[in-house]
C-alpha cells in the first residue's frame, strides 16, 4: 500500500511538474522590403538568398513579416522548410504586401487567426482615415507545443504618411487584443510601426505595452532599425518594434541586428529579434 501512494506521489509531482514548466521562445519582427525593380542592386532577386539564409540561421520560432509581395511569399515559404505561415495580402486574399507570421511548425501551432484591417471597416479591404495605403494586421493564437502555453501574436505595418491613420490603427489593434484575449494569454504586438521612440504613439502605446528593448536583460545590436540600405551612414531611426503584454512576460533577450555581405545589407529594416520566457 506504502508503495502505490508512493507511486501516486511521484506521479503527481512529475505532473504538476509538466504542467508548470515554461518554454522561452524566439520571436523576430522583420521589414524585407517589397520587391521593386527600381531598387537595382538592392532589387529582390539580388539580396533574396542572403535574407532567407539570414532567417534560417537565426531560426526564429515566430516570424512577422512585413512589405512581402505574393512572389515574395512563395520565396519564402518555398525555402523555410518547416515553418508554416498565416495571413492576407492586403489587397485580398493572396494580393499585395502581407504582413504575414511565419511561424516553426515543430516548436509552435496556431489554434486560431485572422487578418484585418485599419479602417472603420476592418472586415473588408479598405483603407483608412488619411492613410497613403490599405494597412492590415495578421493575429494568431499560437500553443507552444513543450509547455502548452499560449500567446497572442499581432502583426502589422503602420502607415507611412497618415498620421492619423497611424494613431487609429493602433487603437483598433489594441481593441481587437481586447476582444480575442478574454483569457489574458501573453500577447506579443509586433511589426513596422513608422514611428520614433519620442512619439505620441509610442508614448501612448507604452501605457498599455511594454517595449521589450526596454525590458529586455540583455541587449544588443543598432540603435536603429531603419537603414536605408545606405551602408555608411550610422543607423539611428528606430521605427520597428516588439510590444508584450505587462506582468506576463520577459524578455530575456532584445537584438536589432545589422548582419551585412560586401557591404549590403538583406533589407533597408533589420531584424529585430527577442526571447520571450511566458510566465505562469
Known sequence: MKRFSLTILI????FLNCESKSQNISVMTYNIRLDVASDGENAWPNRKDFLISQILFLSP????IQEARPNQMTDLKNAL????TIGNGRDGDDMGEHSAIFYNA?????EH???FWLSPTPNKVSKGWDAAYPRICTYGLFTLLESHQKIWVFNTHLDHVGTEAKLEGVKLILEKINDVNTDGFPVVFMGDF???PNSNLIKNLKQKMDDSKDM???TFGSKGTFNGFKFEEP??????YIMVSKSNVEIEKYGALSSSVDLKYPSDHFPVLTELKLKE
Open 235 to 240: 543607423v539611428i531611426k528606430r521605427i520597428d
Open 11 to 14: 506521479l503527481a509531482i512529475s
Open 106 to 110: 515543430k516548436r509552435v501551432k496556431v
Open 194 to 196: 513608422n514611428a520614433e
Open 81 to 84: 522548410k518547416g515553418y508554416k
Open 113 to 115: 487567426d485572422s487578418t
Open 61 to 64: 520560432d515566430i516570424i512577422g
Open 216 to 218: 529586455a536583460k540583455i
